[in-house]
């Protein structure tokens, strides 16, 4: 398992954000977190893909007319980098905290694991793959393996905790952008890393379905940063989780 150097990618994105207005990954901006809800046994946890707009969540609760809690935090890693935001494994302790009664969680995690050394670190592992390449560099993938076991420690840790459901949400193909630079090329990187949190998902102690988005959310559903969904891409992931999740509210 090779040495991740996230603490410092933590203190550079910080000055990085500050500088660009949090555009990049959405540090600056996040809407509030949701601490008690109509069904609080229900709870949202990740990233800025939820937590930038919260538009996802705001179709969901239309759809069921019920609201349910949400700890997602722009510029959150899966684990660690707490800097910057709680991590995805603390908003979890955080939720726990609140409310320890958690049976259904909706989340994401793992992106910023892997988007932010490439945005502040000059794509320190290699996860860009440009045109001379023939594959994902060995350090990309050796990055994302680390993260595929964060990812199902924490998993078995939330089944410890007495979590029944997870609904695990893959990220789709980001796109180049003036703000962010050429992240169409992390297209391999992010098909290795929905493979390998699809994995962690089947390979979990608790019931847990990956929701793939990347056939349906278009660069057209990309708002200008080149990563984060327009209104467009976050009703189409809203469509993908609602069928998994109406049956938990």
């Not at 949090?22 to 996040?30: L, M, N, R, T």
């Not at 890693?77 to 955080?94: H, M, R, T, W, Y």
């Not at 995690?109 to 932010?116: A, F, M, S, W």
């Not at 949190?197 to 793939?212: E, G, P, R």
Request: net charge positive.
């Amino acid at each position: 398992m090779q040495k991740r150097v996230l603490g410092k990618a933590a203190f550079v994105t910080a000055a990085f954000l500050t500088v660009s207005g949090g555009i990049g990954c959405g540090f600056v901006a996040s809407v509030p977190w949701i601490r008690s809800a109509s069904v609080n046994h229900v709870v949202n946890i990740g990233d800025s893909i939820f937590a930038l707009s919260g538009k996802i969540q705001d179709y969901l609760h239309s759809y069921s007319g019920k609201t349910f809690r949400r700890y997602a935090t722009s510029g959150a890693e899966l684990k660690g980098g707490d800097l910057i935001a709680p991590s995805v494994v603390n908003q979890f302790a955080i939720a726990r905290a609140d409310n320890s009664n958690i049976k259904t969680v909706l989340m994401d995690g793992g992106g910023n694991d892997i988007l932010l050394p490439v945005l502040t670190l000059f794509d320190w592992y290699n996860c860009k793959k440009d045109w001379w390449e023939s594959s994902l560099s060995t350090s990309c993938k050796n990055l994302i393996n680390d993260i595929y076991v964060d990812g199902v420690n924490h998993l078995n840790e939330m089944r410890a905790r007495g979590v029944t459901k997870v609904l695990y949400l893959g990220y789709y193909y980001t796109k180049d952008s003036l703000i962010s630079g050429n992240l169409s090329a992390l297209r391999q990187a992010i098909d290795y890393g929905d493979g390998k949190f699809a994995t962690a998902c089947a390979n979990s102690l608790l019931s847990c379905t990956f929701i793939d988005p990347r056939s349906s959310v278009k660069s057209a559903d990309i708002i200008a940063d080149g990563i984060h969904p327009a209104t467009s891409g976050s009703l189409k992931i809203a469509n993908l989780i609602w069928p998994h999740l109406q049956p938990r509210l």
